[in-house]
């Protein structure tokens, strides 16, 4: 029977609930299909920084490196805020996808039918649905840059320093067409080459690369202007590349299209296949502990896990086709919920898409 190793690590917050649902479903699908699952439990954010001091413990890198794929939760929380920028739990985020080399983060964003009407868009711009693949440049840009404080003129000045190098870009523009392949054969690269030389580096580049896929079309859009466009008319949109912050906060906009951000999941990969999944959404502090989280993104990124570092189309496949299942039963957590909808906890929603399997 084949083996998996899975690095668990909870987080702050609602990771460890909306965890627990992930496993939960993870090991239903094991079940079925015939394969073992191995979890590893470690530490990182400010539960990381509670018992190490430390927002990401060399012991978890290690158990990370050494596992087939990461299953992560959210981390951070107002306990932590007044740390300095690298002993906040964020910096265990950053630390852990440096550490891994996971370059390209995958963010899908697709309306499940069920949930249209939670949607903030009128239904004659979202038509059938939506299904748009945000691919987000994870490990250079400005979270990476030079960044420090100085005096200028005799005042306080800060500063953060985007840079891409040639290879960077390069590697996520090929995953891009790549993708795009097995899609609707259509890239939206999102810059803001009228004002920054990183970004018209990007363009460039990116251009350079799509001569060797002509069967990809491409086009280019302002990160201003993508914004506007992703409310507007979302069903232009197919594969989305960018760079970390423009990436950053357009994947969260795309979210939210979905119905909730807590029904967007994600994956991110290196070149070799490990993958480190997670739930889009934050640690939600305020609703910790109350069995109110919405687990699906969190099982949405299990569904991923099993695509993308496993290689098992049909046991993503059956994840999926499970949470769809219990959507159109009326089964939906507060987030989510429609009129006339049956409300259920962070618990009872896990349950219900594993007896679905």
């Known amino acids: 029977m084949k083996s998996y190793k899975v690095a668990v690590l909870p987080g702050d917050g609602i990771g460890p609930e909306v965890i627990r649902q992930g496993i939960k479903v993870l090991d239903k699908v094991s079940d079925v299909y015939g394969f073992k699952v191995e979890y590893t439990y470690a530490d990182i954010g400010g539960v990381a920084i509670d018992k190490t001091g430390e927002p990401l413990p060399s012991e978890t890198l290690s158990i990370c490196k050494s596992s087939d794929a990461i299953l992560m939760g959210a981390v951070g929380g107002d306990k932590w805020d007044g740390l300095p920028l690298n002993k906040r739990p964020e910096a265990g985020l950053l630390g852990i996808r440096s550490g891994l080399g996971v370059f390209a983060n995958f963010r899908p964003a697709k309306i499940f039918a069920p949930l249209k009407d939670a949607s903030p868009l009128k239904d004659r711009i979202i038509g059938d649905g939506l299904d748009i693949l945000v691919l987000r440049e994870l490990t250079g840009g400005i979270y990476f840059g030079e960044r420090g404080r100085t005096t200028r003129d005799g005042e306080p000045v800060a500063y953060d320093t985007m840079t891409y190098k040639k290879s960077e870009i390069e590697r996520i523009a090929h995953l891009a067409f790549q993708i795009a392949r097995t899609r609707n054969n259509k890239v ?85 296949g490990v993958g480190l999944y997670e739930p889009v959404h934050g640690s939600a502090p305020d609703i910790a502990g109350q069995n109110k989280a919405n687990p699906l993104a969190t099982i949405l990124s299990v569904a991923m896990m099993l695509k993308y570092s496993f290689n098992m189309e049909e046991e993503s496949r059956a994840i999926e086709d499970a949470v769809l299942k219990v959507l159109e039963e009326g089964f939906m957590t507060l987030d989510i919920a429609t009129e006339n909808a049956k409300i259920i906890g962070c618990d009872e929603m896990g349950d219900a898409v594993a007896s679905k399997i």
């Open 188 to 272: 939206t690269s999102v810059d803001k080459a009228n004002i920054l030389e990183v970004s018209r580096f990007w363009r460039e580049i990116v251009i350079d690369v799509s001569k060797q896929y002509p069967d990809v079309e491409l086009n280019h859009l302002y990160v201003d202007n993508a914004a506007m466009q992703l409310v507007i008319k979302p069903e232009q949109f197919d594969v989305i590349v960018t760079g970390n912050m423009f990436g950053d906060i357009l994947s969260d906009e795309a979210s939210m299209l979905t119905g909730s951000i807590g029904m967007l999941p994600s994956a991110s990969l290196d070149s070799s």
